[in-house]
């Protein structure tokens, strides 16, 4: 492990929670720089923009910029300006989540119309019915559906609240229909990460909570992972899963 040098960090339940800063948290990163090395902060969470996010870190003692983030939102950018650069494009997500997707270049729209042929979807923390109504009707016309994220639940500080994976399912549930999943599992965002940092997959090391996304990237990336258990993973949902960690800790602290 100490011939690491880049470092995937996933956020909730990987170095806070909430507006709690996780112990050791600020001694890792300071380590990091130390050691010539770099971190990225990899989030399947689409619900804030990397702006949001900079300001969010930055509260908890955290100075950050752009250039450290990874983002379901804009893996799923990417990939849309890759296949669907001029179709019209629903999105259905928080306000952030949208004007992420319009500064991509997108062509993005709210509102239900005959002309839209690509339904997108992220972490919703704005959900309406009007919005879950319009992605039906959207879906009984067959158009390609793309989803940031299959996180289940996303971590707070009284338990869990629906992620975009359970909307999905709910959407699946009334229509029959799945979306393609853009972000962790999905290896993209390690290679970007790895792309962006200039370091090859012996150096790089991903950490995070859940073993089906943030684990299961890493292994589908082939890079080593470690299973920090202050999050979403209790030590006998790891022991049990198909999907194996390189390391299993406690916490960002006992990895430093």
Known sequence: M?????????MDGTIYLDNELFDGTLDFLDHVKKIG?????????????VTAYVDKLASLGINSCKEDFLTSTQATSLYLNNNYKDKVIYAFGTKSFKEELIESGLKITDKLS??????????DTELTFQKLEDA????????????????LVCPTWYGYVPDCGSVSTMLYNAT????????KPQPEMVYLAMQKAGFGKEETLLVGDRIYTDIACGVNAGIDTVLVLS??????????????P???LENIKELL
Do not use: H, W
């Open 114 to 123: 005959g002309g839209i042929e690509v339904l997108v979807m992220g972490f």
């Open 136 to 151: 039906c009707i959207l879906l009984g016309r067959n158009i390609p559906f793309i989803a940031t994220n299959p996180d």
């Open 2 to 10: 100490k011939n690491k040098k880049l470092f995937l960090l996933d």
């Open 37 to 49: 090395g770099k971190y990225m902060f990899l989030t399947n969470n689409s619900s804030k923009s």
């Open 176 to 183: 029959g229909k799945k979306p393609l999943f853009i972000g």
């Open 246 to 248: 390189t390391y299993i």
């Open 231 to 244: 999050g979403e993973t209790k030590k006998e949902q790891a022991l049990l899963s198909d999907t194996k």
